[in-house]
């Protein structure tokens, strides 16, 4: 973004000045400052972690979008980029990792199998979407999507935080710091928390399944 | 190097196989079933007639293990593949037990350390207790996880029908989440009147610490001391990926160290008997992502052994030209991966990107996809190589690798700092490479110079002059200054593919996506960048595979990381796991 | 013992080279290396030296015309801009489709309830889609073929019904021109032949 974009309407700036100086609200300032260096975790899955990696390097280098420094500790990173299947067994791992990211952060759900199961989602040990359990921001398809469609999501991303205002962020709002999700444990199958009621009356039903009769009537 | 012609002689796995079943009458009997190989050993004589086999008939190398679930005879049986590290065919045997639970067979891992971990991926989704085994526990699933998911009475939560294609996709397909199938609502499934609320985690950790070597409390003054346990992974960015090591240390010292995987367990195998056989093809490019086009070639290599038909001379050439710039490619990224791990952040691995990427552009040209290339078919491949990329490939195999392989030799092989962190590190012994089922790189550092190209050659590679790269310290200096030398080697197979490589049709057989596979097994192996990539493959004459499993060089390779790791410091240890070269989607599959 | 540090010095001069590579190239090229279709070309050719990053989005790699994106249905245009769907749900890129991910409801004729075909529904759910390709390469009417288009990030899911799946035929042969004139040389001689038959036989 150059000073110009950066300038609000309705501020005249002189021509001469226009490359040094920018008036602005502090939205637009604040946007930018996050916009510029979104330090994603370096945390790779399966298949899309390899492109995330080419997206990294030479031909691509997200550099250009500050987003070189991938951070190996989640207190230091702001955008969770969910390369690759997510299974059940590393599930509680990634639940974990985003509680320990500090907000804002973001989550970027990278390729078919993040994003829906992809073509693994008949399996027995994979989960259908990262999104069950964490607010995913920006989804990008593709099996593995190219370097170039990973950038473009992160464009994306980018434009989805310049909408933001600091009026309404949740970070700012009253209420806990942070978004935390319940970490889901590994019992005889994998236990969401969150939906434990659900759960036991699931199973006591199908213990005591009820008369037939009164299925259709329900 | 020069083999010899050929002789005519019988197969000799036969005739070796012949000689056990007369040292062991009775108990070894010829696999009659139509379509099947190799010798059943009744389960009370198999270490026995195994040891006999390792030492009599020189058979040294335990290939692949498996298990199969024959579920109509009641029966569950485990088939090994054996084979002489001199090259040659397989000595496949099998043993069976009945289906009732308990199931018992005795474990092997007594003659050969190589079955340790594939024994133990074997109880965890067929539920064989192996008797004897020193560490049976679960390996891809969590310990507390409920059946054993390769069985074929167990169904997965979003079951939908037994094979592909599914029924409910068309005439009448009409779109389903499957969540909204299911009883849980997810893909879950939990037993009748379960109630999440009383259950309590058992330690899943629990029996993981307790494999751990225990360490003496009292040092040699008398002061008692305590070992550190530490965990590296399951997010870890020296570990590739989403493996997790539990290493117990005494200061900087590793004592003892446990692989941990299962965390990108997808369910390959499962998903795999439901397909078709050929729509196994492009989920084999999800095996080791970065060798989509080796994976295809082993697949379709057990298939066309089953179906018992000829490539296309044509495909064979581009199946060697794929294969090698591949195997050029994976070289070139672990080194620079290497070089990460080793603190010498980005440079290297940066250089080895741009020649990547340089040849992923040929694999998305000819392909269709970088990483995926879906590209071989059953008689052939797809399509074959357009004119311009034909030229490319020229260019960069005549005019620009050999350069940059040059390059990174002088960037880094006398670098000081990076010879002292490699030389002496990690020694792995010729023997016990051997005895812990290595294959690839990591065996011919160790200096035994065994390769499927030249040992077992399939393809066009008997046409082919190369050396077979071998060096002889089993260190981690020699496990990268063989990557280097396999390169050169490739690029002298490749330019001699390029060289011959004859006109004519890429297909041997019409293409058609139900390929009519004749009952029988078969086992197709290549030689992977990472060593010995196996498809074992059972079919019952039915569109989809009976059993479909992947040996897998990364899973079995670490097999001797604890050996490698043991003593020396906790750093070398993302060295030497780095040099293992895993990657994550072949290890859990 | 030899001189410590020559086999650093000897790698050190490897990255000068490239460093100075870097300027060389740029000036050689004087403002025609970025931003231009032969730039990009060069930085992706055996000669490529110096800076290789394209500088998306700004800069684009070209597409290759067998590049596989997301699969999308084919429709022709009449001369009165009606849409004429060439699918026929013959059901084979379902059955083909390795992770299953296309649903299709084959259509019925309104008045005698008769199957015709022609899909009345038709889905891909693009968070299960592996790009495999098969959809297309099986496909016997040409009614699916694969994407070039990868900039589809979005802020939700993506399934897909037929209203979005579908593209002119136009455009088909704009991203795959090779391999759209094969196909229509294919279906011409097809369609002479039939009309050589029939004039035979009448």
Same mark, same amino acid.
């Given at each position: 973004m150059t000073p110009n974009e950066l300038n609000s309407p309705g501020y005249d700036v002189p021509e001469e000045l226009q490359n040094v100086v920018a008036i602005t609200t502090l939205d637009k300032i604040y946007n930018f400052g996050r916009r510029s260096s979104l330090w994603p975790m370096m945390f790779g899955l399966a298949c899309c972690a390899i492109e995330m990696i080419a997206a990294q390097a030479s031909r691509y280098d997200l550099a250009r979008f500050g987003m070189e420094v991938m951070r190996p500790s989640p207190r230091q990173s702001d955008v969770m980029l969910v390369a690759g299947t997510v299974t059940k067994k590393m599930l509680p791992v990634i639940v974990r990792l985003y509680n320990q990211m500090a907000e804002p952060k973001y989550v970027v759900s990278m390729g078919a199998c993040a994003s829906g199961g992809g073509p693994f989602k008949e399996g027995y040990n994979v989960v259908a979407g990262i999104d069950k359990y964490l607010p995913v921001d920006v989804y990008v398809p593709g099996c593995p999507p190219t370097p170039q469609a990973l950038v473009y999501g992160l464009i994306k991303l980018q434009e989805k935080i310049d909408k933001q205002s600091l009026k309404t962020v949740r970070w700012y709002q009253k209420g806990p710091d942070s978004v935390e999700v319940p970490i889901p444990m590994l019992g005889p199958d994998l236990i969401d928390p969150r939906r434990i009621p659900e759960i036991k009356a699931k199973a006591a039903e199908l213990a005591n399944p009820p008369a037939p009769v009164e299925e259709s009537a329900a | 190097m020069t083999t010899p012609a050929p002789v005519e002689i019988q197969d000799p796995a036969a005739i070796a196989g012949q000689k056990l079943a007369e040292k062991f009458p009775g108990a070894v009997t010829a696999d009659e079933r139509p379509g099947y190989t190799g010798w059943m050993i009744a389960p009370e004589k198999l270490i026995e007639a195994a040891t006999y086999i390792r030492d009599q008939l020189g058979y040294d190398l335990l290939s692949s293990v498996t298990g199969v679930d024959y579920i109509a005879e009641e029966k569950m049986e485990v088939v090994y593949h054996a084979y002489k590290t001199t090259g040659g065919p397989a000595l496949v045997f099998k043993t069976q037990a009945a289906r009732v639970d308990p199931i018992r067979l005795p474990s092997l891992t007594c003659v050969w350390e190589g079955a340790d971990l594939q024994e133990r991926e074997i109880w965890d989704l067929y539920g064989i207790r192996f008797e004897g085994h020193p560490d049976l526990r679960r390996i891809l699933m969590w310990e507390g996880f409920e059946g054993h998911p390769m069985r074929k009475d167990w169904k997965e939560a979003f079951y939908d029908d037994e094979v592909k294609p599914y029924k409910s996709r068309w005439p009448e397909g009409r779109h389903v989440f499957a969540e909204n199938r299911t009883a849980f609502g997810d893909n879950v499934s939990f037993a009748a009147g379960f109630d999440p609320e009383k259950w309590t985690a058992t330690d899943p950790e629990e029996a993981l610490y307790a494999s751990l070597k225990k360490y003496k409390t009292e040092d040699k003054d008398g002061i008692p001391t305590d070992h550190i346990l530490v965990n590296l992974g399951p997010q870890h960015p020296s570990t590739h990926g989403v493996f997790r090591a539990v290493v117990m240390l005494d200061g900087e010292n590793v004592v003892s160290l446990k692989p941990v995987m299962g965390?990108?367990?997808? @369910?390959h195998e499962k998903i795999g008997e439901r397909n078709t056989f050929l729509q196994n093809m492009p989920y084999t490019d999800r095996l080791d992502y970065f060798n989509s086009m080796s994976n295809n070639w082993g697949y379709s290599l057990a298939i066309e052994k089953l179906m018992g038909i000829q490539v296309a001379e044509r495909a064979e050439y581009i199946r060697v030209i794929m294969a090698e710039l591949s195997r050029i490619q994976n070289h070139l990224i672990l080194i620079g991966m290497l070089m990460n791990d080793l603190g010498a952040y980005f440079t290297p691995a940066l250089y080895a990107f741009e020649e990547r990427e340089l040849i992923l552009d040929i694999f998305e040209a000819v392909g269709g996809s970088r990483m995926m290339c879906n590209y071989h078919r059953f008689g052939g491949v797809v399509r074959d190589i357009p004119e311009e990329w034909m030229k490319k490939i020229h260019g960069l195999v005549f005019d620009r690798l050999s350069a940059k392989i040059d390059e990174f030799d002088r960037l880094l092989t006398e670098n000081e700092l990076f010879v002292s962190r490699l030389k002496g590190i990690g020694y792995l012994s010729p023997e016990d490479a051997i005895r812990t089922s290595m294959t690839g790189p990591m065996l011919r550092a160790s200096g035994i110079p065994y390769d499927i190209r030249r040992a077992d050659p399939y393809g066009v590679y008997d046409r082919f002059d190369f050396n077979v790269a071998v060096r002889y310290n089993g260190d981690l200096y020699d496990r990268y200054l063989i990557r280097i030398d396999e390169m050169r080697e490739s690029l002298k197979i490749l330019e001699q593919a390029l060289k011959q490589i004859p006109a004519g049709p890429v297909m041997s057989v019409k293409p058609t996506y139900q390929a009519k596979v004749p009952a029988g097994e078969a086992y197709g192996r290549i030689e992977s960048p990472k060593g010995e990539l196996g498809f074992y493959v059972v079919s019952n004459?039915?569109? @989809?595979?009976y059993r479909y499993h992947v040996r897998a060089p990364s899973f079995i390779n670490l097999t001797s990381l604890e050996m490698t790791c043991v003593n020396q410091k906790i750093a070398d240890f993302v060295a030497i796991l780095g040099a293992v070269d895993i990657v994550l989607g072949e290890l859990d599959r | 013992m030899e001189t410590y540090g020559k086999g650093i010095l000897k790698g050190l001069v490897v990255t000068a080279k490239r460093f100075f590579n870097t300027y060389i190239e740029d000036l050689k090229w004087w403002g025609k290396r970025y931003h231009t279709a032969e730039g990009i070309a060069h930085r992706s050719s055996k000669d490529a030296k110096g800076i290789f990053t394209v500088q998306y989005p700004e800069e684009k790699l070209p597409v290759p015309e067998e590049y596989r994106a997301n699969p999308f249905l084919i429709y022709d245009e009449g001369e009165n801009g009606e849409r004429d769907i060439r699918c026929t749900a013959c059901g084979i890129c379902a059955k083909a489709c390795p992770p299953q991910c296309i649903w299709i409801v084959r259509g019925s004729d309104p008045e005698t309830g008769k199957p015709v075909a022609k899909p009345s529904e038709f889905y891909i759910d693009f968070d299960i889609c592996m790009n495999c390709g098969f959809c297309a390469e099986y496909c016997p009417f040409d009614a699916i073929k694969m994407d070039h288009d990868y900039e589809i990030a979005s802020y939700g899911r993506n399934l897909t019904d037929m209203d979005e799946l579908l593209k002119p035929a136009k455009y088909y042969a704009e991203i795959r021109p090779l391999n759209y004139a094969l196909e229509e040389a294919a279906r011409a001689e097809k369609a002479a032949a039939k009309a050589a038959r029939a004039a035979a036989a009448g």
């Open positions: - | 965390y990108l367990h997808r @369910n004459g039915k569109p @989809n595979p | -």
